[in-house]
């Protein structure tokens, strides 16, 4: 199983960028994982928020294999603690056997093709983050699942 995070744009900041490469580099150690940065659009200011998140919706349905299991990261997908977000990956390793996209958007979201190929989604809380931030944010958390799925001391009650 691979897990991939796909991403609109590239991360504007070195404090994310140092973060995020320590969490991928953690991640590394339990499961093959990749991360595919879409660039962003050119000349997006010209354009209204629906055609952003068609044009974006389009590229990011360009790097999505069919067989592959799409969740979003969008604020009105399911909420989990850390501990019911790793059952949900470790029933995914188990059970699912599709490798996995998780999907971070652009500043307006998705777009309705993009919602229509998702398998499911999920929020990482109920305040509205970054779409920068959620990449450190999400990674974190997927690293601390995989500890917490190994029985591992990185997570503490």
């Given at each position: 199983m691979?897990?991939t995070?796909?991403?609109?744009?590239?991360t504007?900041?070195?404090?994310?960028?140092?973060?995020?490469?320590?969490?991928?580099k953690?991640?590394?150690?339990y499961?093959?994982?990749?991360?595919i940065e879409?660039?962003?659009?050119k000349?997006?200011?010209?354009?209204?928020?629906e055609?952003?998140?068609?044009?974006?919706?389009?590229?990011?349905l360009?790097?999505?294999?069919?067989a592959?299991?799409v969740v979003?990261l969008?604020?009105?997908?399911?909420?989990?603690?850390?501990?019911a977000?790793?059952?949900y990956?470790?029933?995914?390793?188990?059970?699912g056997?599709?490798?996995?996209?998780f999907?971070?958007?652009?500043?307006y979201?998705f777009?309705?093709?993009v919602?229509g190929?998702?398998?499911?989604?999920?929020?990482?809380?109920?305040?509205?983050?970054?779409?920068q931030?959620v990449?450190?944010?999400?990674?974190?958390?997927?690293?601390?699942a995989?500890?917490?799925?190994?029985?591992?001391?990185?997570h503490?009650?």
């Open positions: 691979k897990i995070l796909l991403l609109m744009g590239k504007a900041f070195s404090y994310l960028d140092e973060g995020i490469s320590l969490y991928e953690r991640l590394s150690f499961v093959n994982y990749t991360k879409i660039p962003e659009l000349g997006a200011s010209s354009l209204r928020e055609q952003i998140k068609e044009k974006e919706g389009e590229l990011i360009k790097n999505i294999k069919s592959e299991e979003l969008d604020a009105k997908g399911e909420k989990f603690t850390s501990e977000f790793a059952s990956i470790e029933k995914k390793i188990i059970y056997g599709r490798d996995i996209v999907v971070v958007g652009g500043a979201g777009s309705k093709e919602y190929r998702a398998c499911g989604m999920v929020s990482l809380s109920e305040m509205t983050f970054s779409h931030i990449r450190l944010i999400f990674l974190e958390q997927l690293y601390r995989f500890t917490i799925i190994k029985g591992e001391p990185y503490h009650k």
